[in-house]
């Protein structure tokens, strides 16, 4: 079958089960576009208020679906405008596959109108990129940047693809998507000397991250938890997998994680981490991290291995069966001599931070335990980055996996509004909330257009303290209260800009008008924005200082 590229790449998106991109045209890519235009009944396109946002969507639909993420966008600009949005993805092990045009191979080192380099730029913060350079290779290129995206350790792929391919012909045959049988063969006997080491164990603890935020992931994770009895402590990439009130969950650890959760990391003396990379944000201090333990480190990168933490076990391959390999071989913590343990877990839970409440203004806990009451829990929440998104993922009552989705590595702000668009693309029965700040919203708020113009019930609850607050609180600790270029002085009427877009608004000051507009908005077939004042010294604590240890922890 004679095709042109652009058929091509039309042709292999259904190959791949995509039926839903996200994107923004412009010149080199007008071929893409024309075609896109006659495979509208089976490619649906949304067209976003720029390429970040576009690339953000993408992100939200992957994280939310386990599916790759596509994203299309012109040269130039376009293709430069990505590189947040994909570094974002990148960092958070997100399967995505960035498609850019570029002007056409006879233009290419000329420096032509809107000619860039963006496989260079993009080298080191994708897993892998393809310059497309004849039309016969297009077919087999975006097959094998699918594959790599979801293979082993997933991220990110861009394929960059000059104008002259999309209308060059060659011969297409149609093919099944790429699969693999390899799989990463762990030692039996690895795998029983990890196991012994965790039985002889007297206070053992599991921390666990990302890599476990699946829908098959998290069950096994479940399960192996709770055939253990092993209590566990997760980063924030992995809210959601253990449910919030298990009975072993010590929730969230690190610069901004429960004082029970740090203290028993720094007492045990086995540290199972599994799909976890010890971040400088969770490993504060790599010299006195889990100091005490013996760590045994089950990853899918073998990168990621002694590169933050030295580690004394390493098991490398697909956590699902490493887990149901180890769960058999695992003595109950329940069955052992580990009283003393369990009475030392109990105790520090009662030392927690408990946020201070008189009920006389909204407070950050309150507004989070207000939106989980009217979503029942059973939410889909979306973070930009900030103070708020520490209380988030501090307070949010996680049930599901892949609920709660936040820029972690890369710490985004103004990443929020466009996952949330991909997000509920994907699952439009759920509720939806982008819990948000007012420094991040205003980077982000006019992407409420998409919302607007495909009626996505997306509820926006800002959390406006007119300042850069976790910018403040560092200035507040660390810098003697000089805070340089940090209140936001912006007049911004988020109701009449609200109104002005298409959106429904509300201003809250109390608990009961947010709970007032959250049931309006609950009902509202469209997007809201509710603000949410508070105030402007309120903290994220727990806290430990960058470079810290638990014993470095601020708890007021």
């Given at each position: 079958?004679?095709?042109?590229?652009?058929?091509?790449?039309?042709?292999?998106?259904?190959?791949?089960?995509?039926?839903?991109?996200?994107?923004?045209?412009?010149?080199?890519?007008?071929?893409?576009?024309?075609?896109?235009?006659?495979?509208?009944?089976?490619?649906?396109?949304?067209?976003?208020?720029?390429?970040?946002?576009?690339?953000?969507?993408?992100?939200?639909?992957?994280?939310?679906?386990?599916?790759?993420?596509?994203?299309?966008?012109?040269?130039?600009?376009?293709?430069?405008?990505?590189?947040?949005?994909?570094?974002?993805?990148?960092?958070?092990?997100?399967?995505?596959?960035?498609?850019?045009?570029?002007?056409?191979?006879?233009?290419?080192?000329?420096?032509?109108?809107?000619?860039?380099?963006?496989?260079?730029?993009?080298?080191?913060?994708?897993?892998?990129?393809?310059?497309?350079?004849?039309?016969?290779?297009?077919?087999?290129?975006?097959?094998?940047?699918?594959?790599?995206?979801?293979?082993?350790?997933?991220?990110?792929?861009?394929?960059?693809?000059?104008?002259?391919?999309?209308?060059?012909?060659?011969?297409?045959?149609?093919?099944?998507?790429?699969?693999?049988?390899?799989?990463?063969?762990?030692?039996?006997?690895?795998?029983?000397?990890?196991?012994?080491?965790?039985?002889?164990?007297?206070?053992?603890?599991?921390?666990?991250?990302?890599?476990?935020?699946?829908?098959?992931?998290?069950?096994?994770?479940?399960?192996?938890?709770?055939?253990?009895?092993?209590?566990?402590?997760?980063?924030?990439?992995?809210?959601?997998?253990?449910?919030?009130?298990?009975?072993?969950?010590?929730?969230?650890?690190?610069?901004?994680?429960?004082?029970?959760?740090?203290?028993?990391?720094?007492?045990?003396?086995?540290?199972?981490?599994?799909?976890?990379?010890?971040?400088?944000r969770v490993a504060l201090n790599t010299d006195k991290f889990a100091k005490q333990a013996k760590i045994i480190h089950i990853e899918i990168d073998p990168s990621e291995v002694h590169k933050n933490v030295n580690v004394d076990y390493s098991l490398i391959g697909d956590l699902k069966d490493i887990l149901a390999a180890?769960?058999?071989?695992?003595?109950?913590?329940?069955?052992?001599?580990?009283?003393?343990?369990?009475?030392?877990?109990?105790?520090?839970?009662?030392?927690?931070?408990?946020?201070?409440?008189?009920?006389?203004?909204?407070?950050?806990?309150?507004?989070?335990?207000a939106i989980c009451n009217k979503t029942n829990n059973n939410g889909v929440y979306v973070t930009d980055v900030g103070q708020h998104q520490m209380w988030s993922a501090q307070f949010i009552n996680h049930k599901n996996a892949r609920s709660f989705i936040t820029s972690g590595g890369l710490g985004t702000m103004g990443?929020?509004?466009?996952?949330?668009?991909?997000?509920?693309?994907?699952?439009?029965?759920?509720?939806?909330?982008?819990?948000?700040?007012?420094?991040?919203?205003?980077?982000?708020?006019?992407?409420?257009?998409?919302?607007?113009?495909?009626?996505?019930?997306?509820?926006?609850?800002?959390?406006?303290?007119?300042?850069?607050?976790?910018?403040?609180?560092?200035?507040?600790?660390?810098?003697?209260?000089?805070?340089?270029?940090?209140?936001?002085?912006?007049?911004?009427?988020?109701?009449?800009?609200?109104?002005?877009?298409?959106?429904?608004?509300?201003?809250?000051?109390?608990?009961?008008?947010?709970?007032?507009?959250?049931?309006?908005?609950?009902?509202?077939?469209?997007?809201?924005?509710?603000?949410?004042?508070?105030?402007?010294?309120?903290?994220?604590?727990?806290?430990?200082?960058?470079?810290?240890?638990?014993?470095?922890?601020?708890?007021?």
């Amino acid at each position: 079958m004679l095709l042109n590229g652009s058929e091509i790449f039309a042709e292999v998106l259904l190959e791949e089960n995509v039926d839903l991109i996200f994107g923004y045209p412009g010149g080199s890519v007008l071929n893409l576009y024309d075609t896109l235009y006659k495979y509208e009944d089976k490619i649906k396109h949304i067209l976003t208020v720029d390429e970040c946002s576009a690339g953000h969507a993408a992100d939200g639909y992957a994280r939310s679906s386990g599916k790759t993420g596509v994203v299309l966008s012109t040269s130039g600009p376009g293709a430069t405008n990505l590189v947040t949005a994909i570094t974002t993805a990148q960092m958070d092990s997100i399967p995505m596959v960035a498609i850019t045009g570029n002007v056409p191979n006879s233009l290419i080192g000329k420096d032509s109108f809107q000619e860039v380099f963006i496989t260079g730029v993009t080298m080191p913060v994708t897993k892998h990129n393809f310059f497309v350079r004849s039309v016969e290779d297009l077919a087999d290129i975006l097959r094998r940047a699918f594959y790599i995206a979801q293979s082993g350790r997933k991220g990110v792929v861009l394929v960059d693809i000059p104008k002259d391919i999309t209308y060059a012909q060659t011969e297409y045959t149609k093919k099944t998507a790429y699969k693999s049988d390899y799989k990463l063969s762990v030692d039996n006997e690895d795998i029983i000397e990890a196991c012994t080491l965790i039985n002889n164990a007297k206070r053992p603890v599991i921390y666990f991250g990302g890599g476990t935020n699946t829908i098959d992931n998290s069950n096994v994770m479940r399960n192996f938890i709770n055939k253990t009895n092993i209590f566990a402590t997760h980063t924030i990439m992995a809210c959601g997998v253990l449910e919030y009130n298990d009975k072993y969950n010590l929730g969230m650890i690190g610069m901004h994680g429960k004082s029970s959760a740090n203290y028993v990391i720094n007492e045990a003396d086995v540290v199972v981490a599994i799909g976890t990379r010890f971040s400088d944000r969770v490993a504060l201090n790599t010299d006195k991290f889990a100091k005490q333990a013996k760590i045994i480190h089950i990853e899918i990168d073998p990168s990621e291995v002694h590169k933050n933490v030295n580690v004394d076990y390493s098991l490398i391959g697909d956590l699902k069966d490493i887990l149901a390999a180890m769960v058999t071989n695992i003595k109950k913590l329940e069955d052992r001599d580990n009283l003393d343990w369990i009475n030392d877990i109990e105790k520090a839970k009662k030392s927690d931070y408990k946020p201070s409440d008189d009920g006389s203004y909204l407070k950050p806990h309150r507004i989070i335990e207000a939106i989980c009451n009217k979503t029942n829990n059973n939410g889909v929440y979306v973070t930009d980055v900030g103070q708020h998104q520490m209380w988030s993922a501090q307070f949010i009552n996680h049930k599901n996996a892949r609920s709660f989705i936040t820029s972690g590595g890369l710490g985004t702000m103004g990443f929020g509004y466009g996952a949330a668009i991909g997000a509920k693309l994907c699952m439009p029965n759920k509720t939806l909330v982008h819990i948000t700040g007012d420094g991040s919203f205003a980077m982000n708020l006019n992407q409420v257009v998409t919302a607007v113009n495909h009626n996505l019930q997306i509820i926006t609850v800002i959390m406006n303290n007119k300042t850069l607050g976790m910018v403040r609180q560092w200035q507040t600790i660390f810098y003697d209260k000089r805070y340089s270029n940090t209140d936001i002085v912006n007049k911004t009427n988020y109701v009449a800009v609200a109104e002005g877009f298409g959106a429904k608004g509300f201003h809250c000051e109390s608990i009961e008008s947010l709970n007032n507009a959250l049931d309006i908005a609950l009902k509202y077939n469209g997007p809201t924005w509710i603000e949410c004042f508070i105030d402007k010294d309120e903290k994220v604590l727990p806290m430990i200082p960058s470079g810290g240890s638990f014993e470095n922890i601020i708890m007021n």
